[in-house]
């Protein structure tokens, strides 16, 4: 089963309102990305959040991770429509090598004008 | 410009043709993977790489091979496609092999196999 979970799976909002997006994983993490698809597209780095660090901010964009619930949020202030995309969770595995990600399933986000 | 290019973008090919992706990055970064996107699947790692001549296997490697003979490429190998390898295929590179950083996407392959 995928290390990180999205919920919700689809998310309609309206220009200006806030969206948020929760990831849920199963292991213990060294850290945690976040991404956004354009439909068909490659995928954008968005923020990544350590395991030792709470909040992180980037614009209009705040990142949560609670690692005792083994959850974190991605939090869009003031969405426009050009945010309308699917956004996905993506966390190593905590092991010693580190070097596998894996993404959830992602969260699509539709901000409608 | 700092980027993963990938070819080709779109291919439509038939069962037991081989075939291969290639994919290039030009940031002189270590590490290299390869991911399919399938429909409520979100995306599966295929290979990584933590530099040259360094491979293994992710969570769906079979049918595929791959390999890192320079820094800068990684093609991803189909010996003989079959339809359930029709996907959308990222390929992506990181600057380091611990993933402690972002990353970087190239646009995609969207690959049929009849």
């Known amino acids: 089963s995928q290390q990180g979970e999205e919920d919700p799976q689809a998310l309609s909002i309206q220009e200006g309102e806030n969206a948020t997006m929760n990831c849920s994983y199963k292991?213990?993490?060294?850290?945690l990305q976040w991404y956004r698809q354009n439909s068909g597209r490659g995928l954008v780095h968005l923020i990544l959040?350590?395991?030792?660090?709470r909040e992180k901010h980037s614009g209009r964009l705040r990142v949560t991770l609670d690692t005792s619930k083994k959850s974190s949020s991605l939090l869009i202030t003031a969405s426009r429509a050009a945010d309308t995309a699917s956004y996905f969770c993506a966390t190593d595995r905590g092991e010693t090598s580190g070097s596998r990600l894996t993404f959830g399933e992602g969260t699509q986000l539709t901000v409608n004008p | 410009e700092a980027q993963v290019t990938q070819n080709p973008r779109y291919l439509i090919t038939v069962t037991g043709k081989k075939l291969t992706v290639t994919c290039s990055q030009n940031m002189n970064h270590e590490y290299m993977s390869w991911y399919r996107q399938d429909p409520g699947l979100g995306l599966r790692q295929i290979y990584y790489s933590m530099n040259v001549e360094v491979t293994d296997k992710g969570d769906v490697p079979e049918g595929y091979k791959v390999s890192r003979k320079e820094k800068r490429n990684f093609p991803l190998i189909l010996e003989s496609p079959s339809p359930n390898q029709t996907s959308l295929y990222f390929c992506?590179?990181?600057?380091?092999?611990?993933?402690?950083?972002?990353?970087?996407f190239g646009p995609g392959t969207r690959l049929t196999v009849t």
């Open positions: 292991t213990s993490i060294n850290n």
């Open positions: 959040i350590r395991s030792n660090e």
């Open positions: 992506a590179s990181s600057p380091d092999s611990f993933l402690a950083y972002e990353q970087y």
